[in-house]
């Protein structure tokens, strides 16, 4: 089955950029998504389609997605986007939706 | 806006059932395919099932195979999820979420708030 992987923690400073990363073989080929989830909140999409945004979500979120990984960057970092972050993919090769486990982001 | 209510959840012994529902509002229910997502407690997300607009194309992830059935009701803007068998690594709070399907690109939007199965004897 496929895997997605994500690094546990991401820590920056207010007004810096954070990377979160999403590894996965040949991810590049697939089309990535990213959802935030704050402490006891349903997630809620930040990025679609490796790099399209939902109508509400703020330009300083953005998504790339090449070889083997996928990343959300999030300029400009704010107090309020302290959240888990989650990738996720469609493996068509059986039919399941697959999600990376998961990057909590710390706004130092 | 478009709402999703999920019910259902609650306590029940290992080797029990369970019934999930899912409300929709705020958008054509049936042109939308539907997909059940589901934490458990402190842990990180995964997808349980997906059903068409129409029911005719379902999925289901292998720890739930032979044991869920999704099912929807397009007349009644709602999605349910039979669970049988229930066994505690089954206990999480299960989220509905209208999934986007384009080209195969399936993603999840929006997500309801949840309702939390636990399964303890």
């Known amino acids: 089955s496929y895997v997605l992987t994500q690094p546990p923690s991401v820590s920056v400073a207010p007004g810096q950029t954070a990377r979160i990363t999403c590894g996965g073989n040949?991810?590049?080929?697939?089309?990535v998504h990213w959802y935030q989830q704050k402490p006891g909140q349903a997630p809620v999409l930040v990025v679609y389609?490796?790099?399209d945004r939902p109508s509400g979500i703020p330009e300083r979120f953005s998504g790339s997605n090449s070889g083997n990984t996928a990343t959300l960057t999030i300029s400009r970092v704010e107090a309020g986007d302290e959240a888990d972050y989650y990738c996720q993919v469609w493996d068509s090769s059986s039919d399941h939706a697959v999600f990376g486990g998961g990057t909590q982001l710390t706004v130092l | 806006q478009v709402q999703l209510v999920e019910s259902g959840g609650g306590l029940v012994k290992p080797g029990g059932s369970l019934r999930l529902s899912c409300a929709a509002s705020g958008f054509t229910f049936s042109d939308y395919y539907m997909s059940w997502i589901r934490q458990a407690p402190g842990k990180g997300l995964e997808w349980v099932s997906y059903i068409s607009s129409s029911g005719s194309t379902i999925y289901y992830a292998d720890s739930v195979k032979g044991r869920f059935t999704i099912s929807r009701d397009n007349a009644k803007n709602s999605l349910y999820l039979q669970m049988n068998s229930l066994r505690a690594e089954d206990t999480a709070v299960y989220y509905c979420?209208?999934?986007?399907?384009?080209?195969?690109?399936?993603?999840?939007?929006?997500w309801g708030q949840g309702t939390l199965v636990t399964v303890s004897s």
């Open positions: 040949n991810i590049g080929s697939k089309s």
């Open positions: 979420a209208r999934t986007w399907e384009l080209l195969r690109k399936n993603w999840f939007d929006p």
């Open positions: 389609d490796d790099s």
